[in-house]
Protein backbone atom coordinates (compact mmCIF):
# COMPACT_ATOMS: atom_id res chain seq x y z
CA UNK A 1 0.00 0.00 0.00
CA UNK A 2 2.82 2.34 0.91
CA UNK A 3 4.50 1.71 -2.22
CA UNK A 4 1.09 2.47 -4.38
CA UNK A 5 0.73 5.97 -2.58
CA UNK A 6 4.79 6.66 -3.24
CA UNK A 7 4.17 6.15 -7.04
CA UNK A 8 0.63 7.92 -6.86
CA UNK A 9 2.43 10.85 -5.39
CA UNK A 10 5.59 10.71 -8.11
CA UNK A 11 3.28 10.56 -10.83
CA UNK A 12 0.55 13.31 -9.79
CA UNK A 13 2.78 16.32 -11.08
CA UNK A 14 1.69 15.12 -14.41
CA UNK A 15 -1.50 16.87 -15.03
CA UNK A 16 -3.84 17.81 -18.55
CA UNK A 17 -3.13 20.90 -20.11
CA UNK A 18 -4.75 23.75 -19.37
CA UNK A 19 -6.94 25.21 -22.04
CA UNK A 20 -4.15 27.25 -23.83
CA UNK A 21 -0.65 25.73 -24.63
CA UNK A 22 0.64 22.39 -23.52
CA UNK A 23 3.42 22.43 -20.78
CA UNK A 24 6.47 22.39 -22.41
CA UNK A 25 8.87 19.73 -22.01
CA UNK A 26 12.37 19.96 -19.83
CA UNK A 27 15.53 21.32 -21.34
CA UNK A 28 17.67 19.00 -22.54
CA UNK A 29 21.42 19.27 -23.95
CA UNK A 30 21.13 22.77 -24.70
CA UNK A 31 17.08 22.16 -26.31
CA UNK A 32 15.47 25.38 -25.66
CA UNK A 33 12.61 24.92 -22.45
CA UNK A 34 9.52 26.85 -24.92
CA UNK A 35 10.26 24.52 -28.25
CA UNK A 36 8.99 27.14 -30.24
CA UNK A 37 11.38 26.65 -33.14
CA UNK A 38 14.51 24.77 -33.18
CA UNK A 39 17.50 25.77 -30.55
CA UNK A 40 20.97 27.08 -31.47
CA UNK A 41 22.53 24.66 -33.30
CA UNK A 42 19.62 22.21 -34.01
CA UNK A 43 19.86 22.39 -37.59
CA UNK A 44 23.56 21.41 -38.20
CA UNK A 45 24.35 17.99 -39.05
CA UNK A 46 24.03 15.52 -36.16
CA UNK A 47 27.19 14.60 -33.82
CA UNK A 48 29.29 11.72 -33.97
CA UNK A 49 27.51 8.61 -33.55
CA UNK A 50 24.23 10.16 -34.94
CA UNK A 51 22.67 10.05 -38.53
CA UNK A 52 19.54 11.53 -39.63
CA UNK A 53 15.85 9.60 -40.39
CA UNK A 54 13.80 11.11 -42.44
CA UNK A 55 10.02 10.00 -42.36
CA UNK A 56 7.00 11.09 -43.72
CA UNK A 57 7.31 15.13 -42.06
CA UNK A 58 9.34 14.32 -39.40
CA UNK A 59 13.57 14.39 -39.43
CA UNK A 60 14.98 13.08 -36.76
CA UNK A 61 18.62 12.81 -34.77
CA UNK A 62 19.32 9.06 -34.28
CA UNK A 63 22.26 7.26 -32.47
CA UNK A 64 24.13 4.88 -34.37
CA UNK A 65 24.43 2.75 -31.86
CA UNK A 66 21.53 0.57 -30.67
CA UNK A 67 20.33 2.30 -27.53
CA UNK A 68 17.26 3.37 -28.82
CA UNK A 69 14.77 0.94 -30.85
CA UNK A 70 14.15 2.24 -34.51
CA UNK A 71 12.08 0.06 -37.12
CA UNK A 72 12.20 1.54 -40.42
CA UNK A 73 9.80 -1.60 -41.15
CA UNK A 74 7.00 -0.29 -38.92
CA UNK A 75 6.94 3.06 -41.71
CA UNK A 76 3.90 1.58 -43.46
CA UNK A 77 2.45 1.52 -39.63
CA UNK A 78 2.99 4.72 -38.71
CA UNK A 79 1.55 5.92 -42.28
CA UNK A 80 -1.48 3.86 -41.31
CA UNK A 81 -1.88 5.47 -37.69
CA UNK A 82 -1.63 9.14 -39.06
CA UNK A 83 -4.62 8.44 -41.73
CA UNK A 84 -6.61 6.63 -38.75
CA UNK A 85 -6.69 9.30 -36.48
CA UNK A 86 -7.66 11.83 -38.47
CA UNK A 87 -10.36 10.42 -40.00
CA UNK A 88 -11.00 9.95 -36.00
CA UNK A 89 -10.90 13.62 -35.00
CA UNK A 90 -13.28 14.39 -37.80
CA UNK A 91 -15.74 12.03 -36.06
CA UNK A 92 -14.73 13.38 -32.39
CA UNK A 93 -14.19 17.20 -33.55
CA UNK A 94 -16.88 17.73 -36.56
CA UNK A 95 -19.80 18.08 -33.35
CA UNK A 96 -18.03 20.49 -32.11
CA UNK A 97 -18.03 22.52 -34.98
CA UNK A 98 -14.33 22.21 -35.63
CA UNK A 99 -13.43 21.44 -39.17
CA UNK A 100 -10.04 18.90 -39.79
CA UNK A 101 -8.40 19.99 -43.33
CA UNK A 102 -5.85 18.49 -44.64
CA UNK A 103 -3.03 20.07 -47.91
CA UNK A 104 -5.09 20.31 -50.54
CA UNK A 105 -8.26 20.33 -48.89
CA UNK A 106 -8.56 24.00 -48.86
CA UNK A 107 -8.63 24.66 -52.58
CA UNK A 108 -10.79 21.79 -53.49
CA UNK A 109 -13.44 22.53 -50.15
CA UNK A 110 -13.95 19.17 -49.78
CA UNK A 111 -12.89 16.65 -47.26
CA UNK A 112 -14.17 12.79 -46.78
CA UNK A 113 -17.59 12.49 -45.65
CA UNK A 114 -19.65 13.85 -42.53
CA UNK A 115 -19.95 11.04 -40.16
CA UNK A 116 -23.82 9.56 -40.08
CA UNK A 117 -25.31 9.17 -36.88
CA UNK A 118 -24.79 5.69 -35.36
CA UNK A 119 -27.40 5.80 -32.81
CA UNK A 120 -25.19 5.33 -30.09
CA UNK A 121 -24.91 8.48 -28.61
CA UNK A 122 -21.20 9.23 -30.03
CA UNK A 123 -22.34 11.98 -32.52
CA UNK A 124 -24.44 15.03 -32.15
CA UNK A 125 -25.37 17.63 -34.91
CA UNK A 126 -22.84 20.59 -35.28
CA UNK A 127 -23.79 23.59 -33.23
CA UNK A 128 -26.18 26.11 -35.00
CA UNK A 129 -25.14 29.53 -35.35
CA UNK A 130 -23.82 32.29 -37.84
CA UNK A 131 -20.65 31.72 -36.48
CA UNK A 132 -18.37 30.10 -38.97
CA UNK A 133 -17.02 26.37 -37.43
CA UNK A 134 -13.30 26.54 -36.86
CA UNK A 135 -10.51 25.32 -38.89
CA UNK A 136 -8.00 22.31 -37.31
CA UNK A 137 -4.93 22.02 -39.48
CA UNK A 138 -1.93 19.60 -39.19
CA UNK A 139 1.15 20.95 -36.93
CA UNK A 140 -1.30 23.38 -35.39
CA UNK A 141 -2.92 23.48 -31.94
CA UNK A 142 -6.60 23.47 -31.78
CA UNK A 143 -8.26 24.17 -28.74
CA UNK A 144 -10.95 21.76 -27.30
CA UNK A 145 -8.87 19.22 -29.69
CA UNK A 146 -7.65 15.53 -29.02
CA UNK A 147 -5.40 14.61 -26.48
CA UNK A 148 -2.67 11.68 -27.59
CA UNK A 149 -0.77 9.13 -25.82
CA UNK A 150 2.18 7.38 -27.20
CA UNK A 151 3.36 5.30 -23.96
CA UNK A 152 6.34 3.70 -25.33
CA UNK A 153 7.99 6.57 -27.81
CA UNK A 154 11.45 5.62 -27.95
CA UNK A 155 12.83 8.60 -30.28
CA UNK A 156 9.45 10.42 -30.46
CA UNK A 157 9.35 9.53 -34.15
CA UNK A 158 5.83 8.36 -34.33
CA UNK A 159 4.79 11.33 -32.03
CA UNK A 160 6.75 13.75 -34.02
CA UNK A 161 4.92 12.86 -37.04
CA UNK A 162 1.03 13.08 -34.99
CA UNK A 163 2.14 16.70 -34.16
CA UNK A 164 3.08 17.66 -38.16
CA UNK A 165 0.62 15.20 -40.16
CA UNK A 166 -2.82 14.97 -38.27
CA UNK A 167 -4.53 18.06 -37.50
CA UNK A 168 -7.07 18.40 -34.51
CA UNK A 169 -4.54 18.05 -31.95
CA UNK A 170 -4.43 19.34 -28.26
CA UNK A 171 -1.19 17.97 -26.83
CA UNK A 172 0.80 14.81 -27.48
CA UNK A 173 2.55 13.24 -24.60
CA UNK A 174 5.18 11.44 -25.70
CA UNK A 175 6.49 8.56 -22.77
CA UNK A 176 9.44 6.30 -22.32
CA UNK A 177 11.13 4.32 -19.70
CA UNK A 178 13.96 4.94 -20.90
CA UNK A 179 16.25 8.37 -19.76
CA UNK A 180 18.23 8.06 -22.80
CA UNK A 181 15.00 7.51 -25.21
CA UNK A 182 13.44 11.07 -23.26
CA UNK A 183 16.51 13.01 -23.78
CA UNK A 184 16.53 11.94 -27.58
CA UNK A 185 12.97 12.78 -27.91
CA UNK A 186 13.56 16.07 -26.66
CA UNK A 187 16.18 16.85 -29.07
CA UNK A 188 13.79 15.38 -31.59
CA UNK A 189 10.99 17.85 -31.15
CA UNK A 190 13.26 20.66 -30.67
CA UNK A 191 14.87 19.82 -34.16
CA UNK A 192 11.13 19.41 -35.46
CA UNK A 193 9.97 22.74 -33.64
CA UNK A 194 7.04 20.76 -32.96
CA UNK A 195 7.58 21.83 -29.03
CA UNK A 196 4.12 23.86 -28.51
CA UNK A 197 2.38 20.83 -29.33
CA UNK A 198 4.43 17.19 -28.35
CA UNK A 199 5.78 16.99 -24.38
CA UNK A 200 7.97 14.38 -23.62
CA UNK A 201 7.78 12.42 -20.57
CA UNK A 202 9.32 9.87 -18.34
CA UNK A 203 7.37 7.76 -16.81
CA UNK A 204 6.39 3.49 -16.25
CA UNK A 205 3.36 3.59 -18.58
CA UNK A 206 1.16 1.79 -16.62
CA UNK A 207 1.62 4.14 -14.31
CA UNK A 208 0.99 6.84 -16.29
CA UNK A 209 -2.12 5.50 -17.68
CA UNK A 210 -3.18 5.09 -13.92
CA UNK A 211 -2.26 8.40 -12.66
CA UNK A 212 -4.55 9.67 -15.87
CA UNK A 213 -7.29 7.65 -14.54
CA UNK A 214 -7.38 8.70 -10.74
CA UNK A 215 -7.10 12.24 -12.25
CA UNK A 216 -10.05 11.85 -14.29
CA UNK A 217 -8.20 13.74 -17.06
CA UNK A 218 -8.04 10.18 -19.89
CA UNK A 219 -6.29 10.65 -23.20
CA UNK A 220 -8.47 10.52 -26.76
CA UNK A 221 -5.71 8.21 -27.65
CA UNK A 222 -3.80 6.03 -26.71
CA UNK A 223 -0.80 3.94 -29.13
CA UNK A 224 1.17 1.45 -27.87
CA UNK A 225 3.46 -0.15 -30.15
CA UNK A 226 5.81 -2.16 -27.83
CA UNK A 227 9.36 -4.13 -28.33
CA UNK A 228 6.89 -7.53 -28.05
CA UNK A 229 3.72 -8.21 -26.18
CA UNK A 230 1.45 -5.73 -25.24
CA UNK A 231 -0.35 -7.50 -22.59
CA UNK A 232 1.32 -6.22 -19.78
CA UNK A 233 -0.21 -2.54 -20.44
CA UNK A 234 -3.68 -3.50 -21.94
CA UNK A 235 -5.22 -3.26 -18.27
CA UNK A 236 -4.18 0.50 -17.75
CA UNK A 237 -4.77 1.68 -21.69
CA UNK A 238 -8.53 0.30 -21.29
CA UNK A 239 -9.26 2.68 -18.30
CA UNK A 240 -6.99 5.52 -19.08
CA UNK A 241 -9.10 6.02 -22.87
CA UNK A 242 -11.59 8.89 -22.93
CA UNK A 243 -15.32 7.77 -23.49
CA UNK A 244 -15.50 6.82 -27.32
CA UNK A 245 -11.83 7.19 -27.33
CA UNK A 246 -9.34 5.23 -29.81
CA UNK A 247 -6.94 2.65 -28.81
CA UNK A 248 -3.95 1.64 -31.16
CA UNK A 249 -2.12 -1.51 -30.89
CA UNK A 250 0.34 -3.56 -32.14
CA UNK A 251 1.34 -7.02 -31.86
CA UNK A 252 4.64 -8.24 -32.43
CA UNK A 253 4.91 -11.96 -30.87
CA UNK A 254 3.63 -13.40 -33.74
CA UNK A 255 5.18 -16.46 -33.02
CA UNK A 256 3.17 -16.97 -29.68
CA UNK A 257 -0.26 -15.33 -30.86
CA UNK A 258 0.43 -17.91 -34.05
CA UNK A 259 -0.13 -21.00 -32.53
CA UNK A 260 3.62 -22.27 -31.81
CA UNK A 261 3.16 -21.34 -27.73
CA UNK A 262 -0.25 -21.72 -26.63
CA UNK A 263 0.34 -21.93 -23.49
CA UNK A 264 1.92 -18.57 -23.65
CA UNK A 265 -0.30 -17.03 -25.95
CA UNK A 266 -3.03 -17.78 -23.21
CA UNK A 267 -0.88 -16.63 -20.21
CA UNK A 268 -0.66 -13.21 -21.91
CA UNK A 269 -3.82 -12.91 -23.79
CA UNK A 270 -6.32 -15.32 -22.25
CA UNK A 271 -6.70 -17.32 -25.57
CA UNK A 272 -5.20 -20.61 -27.00
CA UNK A 273 -3.96 -19.81 -30.36
CA UNK A 274 -4.10 -22.39 -33.07
CA UNK A 275 -1.49 -23.36 -35.41
CA UNK A 276 -3.79 -23.26 -38.66
CA UNK A 277 -3.84 -21.79 -41.80
CA UNK A 278 -6.35 -18.72 -40.31
CA UNK A 279 -3.34 -17.80 -37.84
CA UNK A 280 -2.99 -14.28 -38.95
CA UNK A 281 -6.97 -14.07 -38.60
CA UNK A 282 -7.17 -15.75 -35.23
CA UNK A 283 -4.29 -13.66 -34.35
CA UNK A 284 -5.91 -10.80 -34.77
CA UNK A 285 -9.04 -12.04 -32.95
CA UNK A 286 -7.44 -12.92 -29.81
CA UNK A 287 -5.91 -9.53 -29.47
CA UNK A 288 -9.24 -8.42 -29.42
CA UNK A 289 -10.70 -10.46 -27.46
CA UNK A 290 -8.33 -10.05 -24.57
CA UNK A 291 -9.36 -6.42 -25.41
CA UNK A 292 -12.99 -6.36 -24.55
CA UNK A 293 -12.28 -9.12 -21.68
CA UNK A 294 -10.18 -6.59 -20.03
CA UNK A 295 -12.46 -3.66 -20.68
CA UNK A 296 -15.56 -5.74 -19.35
CA UNK A 297 -14.01 -5.96 -15.76
CA UNK A 298 -14.83 -1.97 -15.82
CA UNK A 299 -17.57 -2.13 -17.59
CA UNK A 300 -16.52 -1.00 -20.92
CA UNK A 301 -16.54 -2.59 -24.04
CA UNK A 302 -14.73 -1.82 -27.33
CA UNK A 303 -15.79 -1.42 -31.02
CA UNK A 304 -12.70 -2.31 -33.64
CA UNK A 305 -12.86 0.23 -36.48
CA UNK A 306 -9.79 -1.56 -38.21
CA UNK A 307 -7.42 -4.99 -37.92
CA UNK A 308 -4.56 -5.30 -39.75
CA UNK A 309 -2.31 -8.29 -40.39
CA UNK A 310 0.69 -7.22 -42.00
CA UNK A 311 4.46 -7.90 -42.28
CA UNK A 312 5.16 -9.88 -39.05
CA UNK A 313 2.73 -8.14 -36.90
CA UNK A 314 -0.98 -7.27 -35.91
CA UNK A 315 -2.35 -3.54 -35.60
CA UNK A 316 -6.16 -3.25 -34.06
CA UNK A 317 -7.84 -0.08 -33.74
CA UNK A 318 -10.60 -0.08 -31.29
CA UNK A 319 -12.89 2.45 -29.45
CA UNK A 320 -13.74 1.99 -26.44
CA UNK A 321 -17.08 3.09 -24.63
CA UNK A 322 -19.02 2.77 -21.46
CA UNK A 323 -22.64 0.71 -21.06
CA UNK A 324 -23.30 -2.26 -18.49
CA UNK A 325 -25.90 -3.42 -21.00
CA UNK A 326 -23.84 -3.42 -24.39
CA UNK A 327 -20.91 -5.78 -21.38
CA UNK A 328 -23.88 -8.26 -20.96
CA UNK A 329 -23.54 -9.15 -24.54
CA UNK A 330 -20.23 -9.76 -24.85
CA UNK A 331 -19.98 -13.60 -23.55
CA UNK A 332 -21.87 -13.44 -27.29
CA UNK A 333 -19.56 -11.96 -29.15
CA UNK A 334 -16.68 -14.71 -28.27
CA UNK A 335 -16.02 -17.94 -29.42
CA UNK A 336 -13.92 -21.11 -29.14
CA UNK A 337 -12.57 -22.86 -32.43
CA UNK A 338 -12.69 -26.78 -33.24
CA UNK A 339 -10.13 -27.51 -35.71
CA UNK A 340 -9.53 -30.79 -36.97
CA UNK A 341 -5.77 -31.89 -37.14
CA UNK A 342 -6.15 -33.75 -40.31
CA UNK A 343 -8.52 -31.86 -42.85
CA UNK A 344 -8.26 -28.65 -41.22
CA UNK A 345 -12.01 -27.82 -40.58
CA UNK A 346 -13.21 -25.22 -38.32
CA UNK A 347 -16.21 -24.54 -36.89
CA UNK A 348 -17.13 -22.34 -34.11
CA UNK A 349 -18.99 -22.43 -30.88
CA UNK A 350 -20.30 -18.86 -29.09
CA UNK A 351 -19.63 -18.47 -25.40
CA UNK A 352 -23.10 -17.20 -25.24
CA UNK A 353 -26.38 -16.24 -26.53
CA UNK A 354 -28.92 -13.06 -26.46
CA UNK A 355 -32.38 -13.77 -27.57
CA UNK A 356 -34.87 -10.62 -27.97
CA UNK A 357 -37.99 -10.80 -25.65
CA UNK A 358 -40.21 -7.22 -26.62
CA UNK A 359 -38.13 -4.22 -25.78
CA UNK A 360 -35.62 -6.09 -24.22
CA UNK A 361 -32.73 -9.00 -24.19
CA UNK A 362 -31.74 -12.05 -22.00
CA UNK A 363 -28.34 -13.37 -21.84
CA UNK A 364 -27.92 -16.49 -21.24
CA UNK A 365 -25.25 -19.20 -22.12
CA UNK A 366 -24.63 -21.17 -25.89
CA UNK A 367 -25.59 -24.84 -26.54
CA UNK A 368 -22.92 -27.07 -28.35
CA UNK A 369 -20.98 -28.47 -29.35
CA UNK A 370 -21.05 -28.12 -32.82
CA UNK A 371 -18.68 -30.78 -33.88
CA UNK A 372 -18.94 -34.45 -32.62
CA UNK A 373 -16.44 -36.79 -31.05
CA UNK A 374 -13.86 -36.97 -34.19
CA UNK A 375 -14.09 -35.14 -37.79
CA UNK A 376 -17.39 -36.09 -39.81
CA UNK A 377 -14.81 -35.75 -42.92
CA UNK A 378 -12.04 -37.16 -42.05
CA UNK A 379 -12.03 -39.32 -38.90
CA UNK A 380 -9.71 -37.18 -37.02
CA UNK A 381 -9.57 -35.58 -33.51
CA UNK A 382 -9.81 -31.89 -32.98
CA UNK A 383 -8.19 -29.14 -31.07
CA UNK A 384 -9.63 -26.88 -28.60
CA UNK A 385 -8.51 -23.08 -29.35
CA UNK A 386 -10.02 -19.76 -28.08
CA UNK A 387 -11.80 -17.75 -27.18
CA UNK A 388 -11.56 -15.06 -29.72
CA UNK A 389 -13.76 -11.95 -30.95
CA UNK A 390 -16.26 -13.67 -33.52
CA UNK A 391 -17.98 -10.35 -34.98
CA UNK A 392 -16.05 -8.13 -37.45
CA UNK A 393 -13.13 -6.96 -37.48
CA UNK A 394 -13.55 -3.77 -39.20
CA UNK A 395 -16.09 -0.86 -39.57
CA UNK A 396 -16.90 -0.78 -43.24
CA UNK A 397 -17.87 2.29 -43.08
CA UNK A 398 -14.85 4.28 -41.60
CA UNK A 399 -12.87 2.18 -43.62
CA UNK A 400 -14.28 3.63 -46.44
CA UNK A 401 -13.91 7.00 -44.69
CA UNK A 402 -10.07 6.49 -44.79
CA UNK A 403 -9.73 5.49 -48.38
CA UNK A 404 -12.09 8.75 -49.43
CA UNK A 405 -9.30 10.74 -47.69
CA UNK A 406 -6.57 9.21 -49.47
CA UNK A 407 -7.90 9.76 -52.76
CA UNK A 408 -8.80 13.41 -51.62
CA UNK A 409 -5.10 14.06 -50.64
CA UNK A 410 -2.86 12.12 -52.49
CA UNK A 411 1.16 11.41 -52.33
CA UNK A 412 0.20 12.00 -48.38
CA UNK A 413 2.39 8.50 -47.13
CA UNK A 414 4.57 7.31 -48.75
CA UNK A 415 3.37 3.61 -48.39
CA UNK A 416 -0.15 5.25 -49.86
CA UNK A 417 -0.27 2.75 -52.75
CA UNK A 418 0.26 -0.59 -50.02
CA UNK A 419 -2.62 1.37 -47.78
CA UNK A 420 -4.73 1.79 -50.67
CA UNK A 421 -4.81 -1.81 -51.97
CA UNK A 422 -4.75 -3.54 -48.74
CA UNK A 423 -7.99 -1.00 -47.26
CA UNK A 424 -9.70 -2.06 -50.38
CA UNK A 425 -9.11 -5.99 -49.86
CA UNK A 426 -10.69 -4.89 -46.53
CA UNK A 427 -14.08 -3.57 -47.73
CA UNK A 428 -14.41 -6.68 -49.49
CA UNK A 429 -13.96 -8.56 -46.92
CA UNK A 430 -17.04 -11.01 -45.78
CA UNK A 431 -17.31 -8.85 -42.08
CA UNK A 432 -19.89 -12.01 -40.72
CA UNK A 433 -17.30 -14.37 -41.76
CA UNK A 434 -14.67 -15.45 -39.19
CA UNK A 435 -11.49 -17.27 -40.21
CA UNK A 436 -10.99 -18.66 -43.60
CA UNK A 437 -9.37 -21.65 -45.36
CA UNK A 438 -6.48 -21.59 -47.98
CA UNK A 439 -6.46 -23.33 -51.38
CA UNK A 440 -2.90 -24.69 -51.00
CA UNK A 441 -4.27 -26.57 -48.04
CA UNK A 442 -7.34 -27.85 -49.13
CA UNK A 443 -5.56 -29.38 -52.08
CA UNK A 444 -2.68 -30.40 -50.51
CA UNK A 445 -4.97 -32.08 -47.94
CA UNK A 446 -6.51 -34.58 -50.73
CA UNK A 447 -2.97 -34.47 -52.84
CA UNK A 448 -4.55 -32.49 -55.76
CA UNK A 449 -2.95 -30.24 -57.66
CA UNK A 450 -4.77 -26.46 -56.88
CA UNK A 451 -7.71 -24.77 -58.98
CA UNK A 452 -7.39 -21.28 -59.84
CA UNK A 453 -8.51 -18.86 -57.53
CA UNK A 454 -11.36 -17.44 -60.23
CA UNK A 455 -12.72 -21.23 -60.70
CA UNK A 456 -12.61 -21.62 -57.26
CA UNK A 457 -14.60 -18.65 -56.24
CA UNK A 458 -17.11 -19.17 -59.46
CA UNK A 459 -17.55 -22.55 -58.17
CA UNK A 460 -18.84 -21.44 -54.63
CA UNK A 461 -21.01 -18.50 -56.49
CA UNK A 462 -22.69 -20.98 -58.56
CA UNK A 463 -23.36 -23.18 -55.59
CA UNK A 464 -25.07 -19.65 -54.23
CA UNK A 465 -22.85 -18.90 -51.70
CA UNK A 466 -20.82 -15.28 -50.90
CA UNK A 467 -16.92 -15.75 -51.00
CA UNK A 468 -14.56 -13.24 -50.23
CA UNK A 469 -10.54 -12.97 -49.98
CA UNK A 470 -8.83 -11.98 -46.72
CA UNK A 471 -5.92 -8.98 -45.98
CA UNK A 472 -4.53 -11.75 -43.69
CA UNK A 473 -3.21 -14.12 -46.64
CA UNK A 474 -3.34 -13.99 -50.18
CA UNK A 475 -4.30 -17.52 -50.96
CA UNK A 476 -7.17 -17.17 -48.35
CA UNK A 477 -11.37 -18.55 -48.67
CA UNK A 478 -13.63 -16.47 -46.85
CA UNK A 479 -17.15 -18.13 -47.55
CA UNK A 480 -20.13 -18.55 -45.57
CA UNK A 481 -20.63 -21.98 -47.06
CA UNK A 482 -20.11 -24.89 -45.15
CA UNK A 483 -17.20 -26.95 -44.92
CA UNK A 484 -19.46 -29.86 -46.62
CA UNK A 485 -19.63 -27.32 -49.30
CA UNK A 486 -16.45 -26.86 -49.80
CA UNK A 487 -15.53 -30.85 -49.93
CA UNK A 488 -17.44 -31.02 -52.35
CA UNK A 489 -16.23 -28.66 -54.54
CA UNK A 490 -12.96 -30.22 -54.06
CA UNK A 491 -14.45 -33.60 -55.18
CA UNK A 492 -15.88 -32.18 -57.66
CA UNK A 493 -12.49 -31.33 -59.12
CA UNK A 494 -10.66 -34.41 -58.41
CA UNK A 495 -13.16 -35.57 -60.98
CA UNK A 496 -11.93 -33.88 -63.64
CA UNK A 497 -8.21 -33.63 -62.24
CA UNK A 498 -8.03 -37.07 -60.82
CA UNK A 499 -5.93 -38.34 -58.22
CA UNK A 500 -3.73 -41.45 -57.46
CA UNK A 501 -5.97 -43.03 -54.80
CA UNK A 502 -3.77 -46.22 -54.74
CA UNK A 503 -1.24 -44.09 -53.42
CA UNK A 504 -3.38 -43.05 -50.19
CA UNK A 505 -3.43 -44.89 -47.21
CA UNK A 506 -6.65 -46.17 -46.30
CA UNK A 507 -6.68 -44.02 -43.06
CA UNK A 508 -5.32 -41.10 -44.09
CA UNK A 509 -8.11 -37.87 -44.81
CA UNK A 510 -7.34 -37.62 -48.68
CA UNK A 511 -8.74 -41.32 -48.88
CA UNK A 512 -11.67 -40.68 -46.29
CA UNK A 513 -12.47 -37.50 -47.89
CA UNK A 514 -12.78 -39.03 -51.36
CA UNK A 515 -14.41 -42.38 -50.41
CA UNK A 516 -18.29 -40.05 -50.15
CA UNK A 517 -19.36 -38.98 -53.74
CA UNK A 518 -20.58 -35.33 -53.80
CA UNK A 519 -24.04 -34.30 -53.25
CA UNK A 520 -23.05 -30.92 -54.77
CA UNK A 521 -22.34 -31.05 -58.28
CA UNK A 522 -19.86 -27.87 -59.04
CA UNK A 523 -19.45 -25.84 -61.90
CA UNK A 524 -16.21 -24.15 -62.38
CA UNK A 525 -16.64 -21.84 -65.54
CA UNK A 526 -15.86 -18.60 -64.58
CA UNK A 527 -17.91 -15.01 -63.37
CA UNK A 528 -17.46 -12.03 -64.00
CA UNK A 529 -18.45 -11.36 -60.18
CA UNK A 530 -15.73 -13.79 -59.30
CA UNK A 531 -12.52 -11.44 -59.39
CA UNK A 532 -12.71 -8.92 -56.87
CA UNK A 533 -12.48 -5.12 -57.78
CA UNK A 534 -9.26 -4.69 -56.07
CA UNK A 535 -7.66 -7.27 -58.34
CA UNK A 536 -9.04 -5.98 -61.37
CA UNK A 537 -7.62 -2.62 -60.44
CA UNK A 538 -4.38 -4.02 -60.14
CA UNK A 539 -3.99 -2.48 -56.68
CA UNK A 540 -0.84 -3.20 -54.80
CA UNK A 541 -2.62 -5.74 -52.12
CA UNK A 542 0.06 -8.25 -51.19
CA UNK A 543 3.54 -6.60 -51.94
CA UNK A 544 6.94 -8.45 -51.36
CA UNK A 545 9.86 -7.75 -48.89
CA UNK A 546 11.39 -4.76 -50.55
CA UNK A 547 14.62 -6.44 -49.15
CA UNK A 548 16.38 -9.57 -47.47
CA UNK A 549 15.83 -10.13 -44.18
CA UNK A 550 12.71 -8.03 -43.91
CA UNK A 551 11.13 -8.00 -40.12
CA UNK A 552 12.02 -7.58 -36.42
CA UNK A 553 14.80 -5.91 -35.74
CA UNK A 554 17.37 -6.09 -32.10
CA UNK A 555 15.79 -4.80 -29.51
CA UNK A 556 18.02 -1.62 -27.76
CA UNK A 557 20.24 -2.22 -25.22
CA UNK A 558 20.86 0.06 -22.30
CA UNK A 559 24.18 2.01 -22.62
CA UNK A 560 24.16 1.44 -26.45
CA UNK A 561 26.50 -0.98 -27.97
CA UNK A 562 25.47 -2.86 -31.74
CA UNK A 563 23.50 -5.81 -31.47
CA UNK A 564 24.15 -8.92 -33.92
CA UNK A 565 22.56 -8.87 -37.59
CA UNK A 566 20.15 -11.68 -38.18
CA UNK A 567 23.19 -12.92 -40.62
CA UNK A 568 25.62 -13.26 -37.39
CA UNK A 569 23.11 -14.85 -35.44
CA UNK A 570 21.92 -17.33 -37.91
CA UNK A 571 25.64 -18.42 -38.93
CA UNK A 572 25.72 -18.79 -34.73
CA UNK A 573 22.65 -20.71 -33.62
CA UNK A 574 21.54 -22.73 -37.28
CA UNK A 575 23.65 -25.53 -39.09
CA UNK A 576 25.20 -26.69 -36.28
CA UNK A 577 25.79 -29.97 -37.08
CA UNK A 578 26.14 -29.44 -40.76
CA UNK A 579 28.55 -26.81 -41.17
CA UNK A 580 31.71 -26.10 -39.03
CA UNK A 581 33.02 -22.90 -38.18
CA UNK A 582 36.97 -22.59 -37.93
CA UNK A 583 36.22 -19.65 -35.21
CA UNK A 584 37.93 -21.27 -32.56
CA UNK A 585 35.90 -19.60 -29.75
CA UNK A 586 32.80 -20.96 -30.71
CA UNK A 587 34.18 -24.50 -29.70
CA UNK A 588 33.44 -25.65 -26.12
CA UNK A 589 35.80 -25.55 -23.43
CA UNK A 590 35.45 -28.87 -21.23
CA UNK A 591 37.80 -31.97 -22.39
CA UNK A 592 36.80 -34.60 -24.45
CA UNK A 593 36.17 -38.33 -23.87
CA UNK A 594 39.50 -39.42 -24.96
CA UNK A 595 41.14 -36.55 -22.23
CA UNK A 596 39.21 -38.58 -19.43
CA UNK A 597 40.71 -42.09 -20.61
CA UNK A 598 43.68 -40.68 -20.97
CA UNK A 599 44.88 -41.20 -24.19
CA UNK A 600 44.25 -37.73 -25.94
CA UNK A 601 46.58 -36.59 -28.14
CA UNK A 602 46.17 -32.62 -27.62
CA UNK A 603 46.86 -33.12 -24.02
CA UNK A 604 46.27 -29.97 -21.35
CA UNK A 605 45.14 -28.54 -24.64
CA UNK A 606 42.49 -30.53 -25.61
CA UNK A 607 38.85 -29.35 -25.73
CA UNK A 608 35.35 -31.02 -26.61
CA UNK A 609 35.63 -30.34 -30.34
CA UNK A 610 38.93 -30.46 -31.80
CA UNK A 611 38.44 -32.64 -35.36
CA UNK A 612 41.69 -31.72 -37.99
CA UNK A 613 43.85 -29.79 -35.82
CA UNK A 614 47.36 -31.31 -35.24
CA UNK A 615 48.32 -32.80 -32.17
CA UNK A 616 49.89 -31.11 -29.65
CA UNK A 617 53.60 -31.52 -28.90
CA UNK A 618 53.64 -34.78 -26.01
CA UNK A 619 54.35 -33.46 -22.36
CA UNK A 620 57.34 -33.78 -20.41
Not at 135 to 148: I, S
Not at 216 to 225: K, S, T
Not at 257 to 262: F, L, P, Q, V
Not at 335 to 355: E, M, S
Request: hydrophobic content about 35%; some cysteine; glycine content about 8%.
Amino acid sequence: MRGAVRAAAAFSTFRRASPGPPRAPPAMDGVSPNGSGPPPGAGDPPGAGETLISEGRATILFPSANEVFYNPVQGFNRDLTCAIMTEFARLQLQPKGIRVVLPGEEKMGTGSPQPPEDGDGDTTPAPDGPEAPRTAKPGEVCEGGLRVLEALAASGLRSIRFAKEVPGLRAVVANDFSARAVELMSRNVAFNGVGDLVAPHMADARMLMYQCKVDREPFDVIDLDPYGSPAPFLDAAVQAVSEGGLLCVTCTDMGVMAGNSAETCYSKYGAVSLKGKFCHEMALRIILHSLDSRANCYQRFIMPLLSVSADFYIRVFVRVFTGQAKVKASASKQALVYHCVGCGTHHLQRLGKVTSHGTGFKYGAATGPPVGPTCEFCQQRHQLGGPMWAEPLHDPAFVERVLAALESSPGRFQTEERMRGMLSVITEELSDVPLYYTLDSLSSTIHCNTPSLLQFRSALLHAGYRVSLSHACKNAVKTDAPPAVLWDIMRCWTKIHPVKRERLAETSPAARILSVEPALQASFVLRDDANPSSRKRGLKRFPENPEAFWGPKARAKAGGGISPSLQEKRKRHQNKRTERTDDSTSLKNFPCKRFKEGNCSLGTQCRYAHEGEAPAAPQP
